[in-house]
């Protein structure tokens, strides 16, 4: 049996958990958030903690030490952006999305080893055709116009 909720997290290989760092309540979830994921998803699921709103500076109810402190107490990563200013959202993503390709990347070599399919065992001869006619200066009618 298997219940909605891991079906929802089927596939899945990365999550940002997002929260703003003006309402504290938002940040209160991410524990929530953390453990669901934790409980329902593949143990290799690559999670970033993301404070969202780092603009509304003056309105901060998230000290950033904090939430860094719970990304490391959890081994997550972390970061501060804003999506209003755009500062530090194509970091996040490129951050998360580097991430899960080495983690992807790993567990493909992994595989591969364990099935014996290395690269060194999976060798496909390729054979092209000459790009002249054998005489030096001579290329044949697909180069002549080059």
Known sequence: ?????????????????????????TYENIERWLKELRDHADNNIVIMQVGNKSDLRHL??????????????NSISFIETSALDSTNVEEAFKNILTEIYRIVSQKQISDRSGNDESPGNNVVDISLPPTSDGQKGNKLACCQSL
Do not use: M, N, W
């Open 1 to 25: 049996f298997v219940s909605a909720v891991t079906r929802y997290y089927r596939g899945a290989v990365g999550a940002l958990l997002v929260y703003d760092i003006a309402k504290h309540l």
């Open 60 to 73: 901060r109810a998230v000290p950033t030490d904090e939430a860094r402190a719970f990304a490391e107490k």
